[in-house]
């Protein structure tokens, strides 16, 4: 029985490709049955994210090349493709990799809280379609309990080490109620994105997004409840934003000291909080020399996000001590559930010879045989029969120099604490 993880994630693939494998709430239902229904899964669950998608199973093989083609099938894409984007772990492996990506440590943004909900969503859809086991359930829930121990003995979770989120951090000093204040982002790329997410998670009023492609910034501010607007229509959002966070690839600025002075009067000085992303920068130096303006670069975050990279990165370390003990208990527990099956085996064996010869003296003390001579009778043979494969297989290890089977069967059938026999 093996464990194996195989996902394709942020790190390995281009958006492009990572939308192509994602799973709908909807195909999940038949993606479980059809994954359970291949000759080798026993078990099976799917985490499917903006940034991963990752398939954790239960096989009767070690390899992903079944699995791997099933994932090209579903989604109709070559399997070839896939595997140049594709990565997958097996058994303490898959573990170490479910535990990391639950606390974080496998995230865009390191230590973001998000995918640990995300992943006991993916549990639940798991047992609601019947795709879990004995197997994966305990591992999901042993990862639940690790996650709460790093998330409780760490500060994996504080000190955010984003640009996005410094800028946002930023804002909160200037403005304590976000759910009172307007914030127009410039740009649609990904720091824009995550500009857009700590906001809305942070209870922003009302977000604009502009964009040179308007068609972009429509598709970005549909994920986030947002106006969409072309750059052209600045000044006049500009009147009604508290908060501008900008981020382009635009060789010269886009807000100018003219056009921001002009939304000042108009805002009647209300005060405007803006963080410049972009490298060469958005706005004009000079906006900074407006009163009611408060206006700060990448550089000037610098100081906070290495700051708070220092302190995050040494809660990720102590997170990665606590998950290899985590690993550490899951494999212990699974080499002891390994065993139960063996030792349930050797019981039933045992019993059943018990059985045998306690049915063959009853069946002697009532011919009337001597009940003396019936018991040591009874016992000899017991001993007998319970002794011989054991001893017969330790001769035909130890003849074919079998010292770890010897080793082994001396740990396993010795009692050291016995007494010894007389000669």
């Known amino acids: 029985m093996t464990l194996l993880a195989l996902g394709i994630n942020h790190k390995t693939a281009a958006v492009e490709v990572r939308e192509q494998v994602a799973f709908t709430p909807t195909q999940l239902e038949v993606a479980l049955s059809e994954l359970r229904a291949l000759p080798d899964v026993t078990e099976a669950a799917v985490l499917s994210t903006c940034n991963r998608t990752e398939l954790y199973c239960v096989t009767e093989s070690r390899g992903e090349k079944a699995i791997l083609e099933w994932l090209g099938r579903f989604h109709d894409l070559k399997v070839e493709d896939l595997s140049r984007n594709a990565y997958h772990y097996l058994d303490n492996d898959a573990a170490r990799h479910l535990m990391r990506v639950a606390v974080g440590l496998d ?49 994996i979770g504080e000190n955010p080490v984003s640009v996005a989120y410094a800028a946002v951090s930023m804002a909160s000093r200037i403005f304590e109620d976000f759910s009172r204040q307007r914030a127009l982002l410039i740009g649609a790329g990904e720091t824009i994105e995550l500009v857009a997410r700590h906001l809305r998670e942070a209870g922003i009023c009302e977000l604009i997004v502009a964009n040179r492609t308007r068609e972009r910034a429509e598709e970005l501010a549909s994920e986030f409840s947002a106006e969409a607007i072309s750059l052209n229509e600045i000044p006049e959002a500009l009147v009604r934003a508290d908060i501008v966070i900008s981020s382009t690839a635009a060789p010269l600025p886009i807000l ?40 700060y670069t990448v550089d000037d975050l610098h100081e906070v996000i290495e700051e708070n990279r220092r302190h995050r990165q040494v809660a990720a370390d102590q997170a990665e001590a606590l998950i290899e003990q985590g690993v550490g208990h899951w494999v212990h ?91």
Do not use: C, W
């Open 333 to 423: 527990e699974r080499r002891v559930r390994g065993a139960g099956d063996l030792i349930r085996r050797y019981r039933e064996q045992g019993e059943a010879l018990r059985a045998a010869a306690e049915a063959q003296a009853l069946a002697q003390l009532a011919k009337g045989d001597d009940p003396q001579k019936v018991i040591a009778r009874l016992s000899r043979q017991l001993s007998n029969k319970l002794m011989h494969g054991p001893t017969t297989r330790l001769r035909e290890a130890s003849g074919a120099e079998r010292h770890d089977v010897v080793g082994a069967a001396e740990a396993l059938l010795i009692d050291p604490a016995a007494p010894p026999q007389d000669p």
């Open 256 to 295: 100018g000291k003219g056009m921001v002075e002009a939304a000042i009067r108009r805002r009647r000085h209300r005060p405007i909080f803006m963080v410049d992303i972009a490298v060469p920068r958005d706005i004009e130096p000079q906006v900074g020399e407006l009163g009611d303006v408060f206006l």
């Open 107 to 155: 995230s865009m943004v390191l230590g973001e809280p998000q995918i640990l909900g995300q992943l006991k969503d993916a549990y639940q859809t798991a047992r609601r379609y019947h795709g879990l086991g004995g197997e994966l359930e305990r591992l999901f829930q042993h990862t639940f309990s690790v996650a709460k121990q790093v998330r409780t003995e760490t500060g």
